[in-house]
């Protein structure tokens, strides 16, 4: 599985978990739809949640004038995934974790969203560079 396509499945495994507080092995099968799981979507969605409250922090840190919890839970689950990849997978360039966030949003946000994401995680690379 490319890398593009388990960051999909694992966006859509983490926004059934969100929603509907499903079990995250549950969540990945369900999206598989009889594909064979791959170890980068399993990574990203046990990391998300393991790292949850960390990387829920640093957003709500960069969040001006919004509510991490009144975001669209897409863009949530988004910003989770890219978060989480720029602060724990060091072999993944921050550049290319923010460019893939992107185009998630392009693909499953609405029309603000690619715009909306760029700009918190710009703010945070900011940070996690220093």
Known sequence: MKRRTARQKAMQSLFQVDVSQSDPNEAIESVLEDETSDPFLEQIVHGVIKHKEEIDSLLR??????????????????LRIAVYEMKFIEEI????????????????GDDSSSRFINAILSKIKDTLVK
């Open 61 to 78: 840190e960069h969040l001006e004038k919004w509510n991490l919890e009144r975001l669209a839970n897409v863009d949530r689950s988004i």
């Open 93 to 108: 360039p921050v550049k290319v974790s923010i460019d893939e966030a992107i185009e998630l949003a392009k693909e499953f």
